[in-house]
Nanobody, 115 residues
Framework: QVQLVESGGGLVQPGGSLRLSCAASGSIFRFNTMAWYRQAPGKQRELVCSITDIGSTNCAESAKGRFTISRDNAKNTVYLQMNSLKPEDTAVYYC?????????WGQGTQVTVSS
């Protein structure tokens, strides 16, 4: 079993920055992909950014140029650096891990962008 624990969410003003972290624990196979998804009220969950075990990244158009995903394999931790935040970035952000066909989700962390 794998557990994912997110941290770093909160309230920030437009134009501000936040850094989310997600620590994975348990039986983690080293070949895996981790990602951040988000879900705003009344909307479907959507991919923000993903990163493979060798560091290949992919981000949604809305995140490109503002968000950066990275990971520390030694710590089994993935990060999401979010800059130039906008009110439309307000959502619950979920950590995601897929390995050997198994999908795991974190409990989510709230990000609110408001003045």
């Amino acid at each position: 079993q794998v557990q994912l624990v997110e941290s770093g969410g909160g309230l920030v003003q437009p134009g501000g920055s936040l850094r989310l972290s997600c620590a994975a624990s348990g039986s983690i196979f080293r070949f895996n992909t981790m990602a951040w998804y988000r879900q705003a009220p009344g909307k479907q969950r959507e991919l923000v950014c993903s990163i493979t075990d060798i560091g290949s990244t992919n981000c949604a158009e809305s995140a490109k140029g503002r968000f950066t995903i990275s990971r520390d394999n030694a710590k089994n931790t993935v990060y999401l650096q979010m800059n130039s935040l906008k009110p439309e970035d307000t959502a619950v952000y979920y950590c995601y891990l897929v390995s050997r066909g198994q999908v795991y989700w974190g409990q989510g962390t709230q990000v609110t962008v408001s003045s």
